[in-house]
């Protein structure tokens, strides 16, 4: 899941989320990227015990990772700029 929290979640979209990590609960792997703390995810479900849950299965046999600088795709949009577009060495467009 990429960018979670960027969009909030209403309450049946939270409830499907947390029943989808709950089934792939210690069957699956699951990637989540955010920009938020994790004190900060109660504001994009809306309820304090969903979110508490969910971070719960989320964070058991995880390993969390914390970049600080800016994003890939910022770097990215940069260098494309810079080269005029091209986005290799070669010249070549993606």
């Known amino acids: 899941m ?3 929290g960027f969009v909030p979640f209403d309450r049946a979209g939270g ?3 947390f029943n989808l990590l709950s089934k792939r609960y210690e069957r699956r792997s699951t990637l ?3 920009n938020l703390a994790f004190s900060e ?3 994009v479900f809306g309820d304090a015990k969903l979110t508490t849950a969910l971070l719960d299965r ?3 046999h995880s ?3 914390t970049t600080r ?4 795709r910022s770097r990215n949009r940069e260098r494309k700029e810079d ?6 060495e070669k010249g070549g467009k993606e």
């Open 15 to 17: 409830e499907l989320l």
């Open 41 to 43: 995810w109660v504001q």
């Open 63 to 65: 390993h969390i990772l």
């Open 2 to 4: 990429d960018e979670l």
């Open 83 to 88: 080269t005029g577009g091209r986005s290799d």
């Open 32 to 34: 989540v990227t955010t």
């Open 69 to 72: 600088g800016s994003s890939y």
């Open 58 to 60: 989320l964070g058991h």
